[in-house]
């Protein structure tokens, strides 16, 4: 892979921010940094949309929500909704967490329902869907499993992981996850990945937008 320029690398990360504590100073502190640093989008809880599409306004950077956050588990009337809410908040990216449950179960309809209904309500206002498959928790059938539902649904991008259950993105989970969408969509990967070297190596097996919260902290090492 040829070397990346900070400019390059920032454009595949969506500078998240997703912890029950986060301050409004917190979140102001982040909105600046992805504008600074050219950031794909900042990733937000739900409450923090209309306040980050205002701060972004004017800004390449877009605003992200996250929906049905992180255990994926609520209902699909509730998960349209949260999505519809925050798309009229002013996002133009959604990260939703798949029925985990329903998957594992082998109810393929109903997983594949669930992210379509999200899908058609992000569409409609004019955002993405990016599907977050929780690869921690699945057999390496099931990520395959999840991946070819979640096209066939409709889904803008594959995410591997929310960050907040056992464990985030892997190498080989990314690389799976590309070889089963091939170029049917994006392949996010997000969770745990905290110096260059991670990012470029998620980069380097087939992810196109990388989930971080220490953007900053990455970037600064291309000028060590």
């Not at 990346?4 to 595949?12: G, I």
């Not at 909704?81 to 029925?99: L, T």
């Amino acid at each position: 892979m040829k070397n990346l320029t900070k400019h390059e690398l920032a454009a595949y990360m969506d500078h998240t921010l997703l912890k029950a504590d986060a301050t409004p100073e917190r979140i102001d502190a982040v909105i600046a940094e992805a504008h600074d640093l050219g950031c794909a989008s900042v990733c937000v809880n739900g409450y923090w949309v209309e306040h980050v599409a205002a701060g972004l306004a004017g800004s390449t950077v877009k605003t992200c929500a996250v929906i049905g956050f992180p255990l994926g588990a609520g209902s699909t009337a509730a998960k349209v909704a949260e999505a519809a809410d925050a798309v009229r908040a002013g996002a133009q990216e959604i990260d939703m967490v798949i029925n985990i449950g329903e998957l594992k179960a082998g109810n393929d309809g109903a997983a594949r329902s669930d992210i379509a209904a999200v899908a058609e309500a992000c569409h409609a206002g004019g955002a993405i869907l990016k599907v977050i498959i929780e690869c921690c928790l699945l057999t390496e059938e099931e990520k395959v499993q999840a991946c070819t539902l979640s096209v066939e649904a409709g889904a803008d991008f594959v995410k591997t992981s929310t960050g907040f259950s056992t464990g985030g993105a892997t190498v080989a989970d990314v690389a799976l996850m590309r070889q089963t969408v091939g170029d049917a969509c994006g392949v996010k990967a997000a969770g745990g990945i905290r110096t260059l070297a991670d990012a470029l190596a998620m980069i380097e097996a087939g992810a196109n937008r990388l989930g971080v919260s220490a953007a900053p902290a990455i970037l600064a090492e291309l000028d060590a």
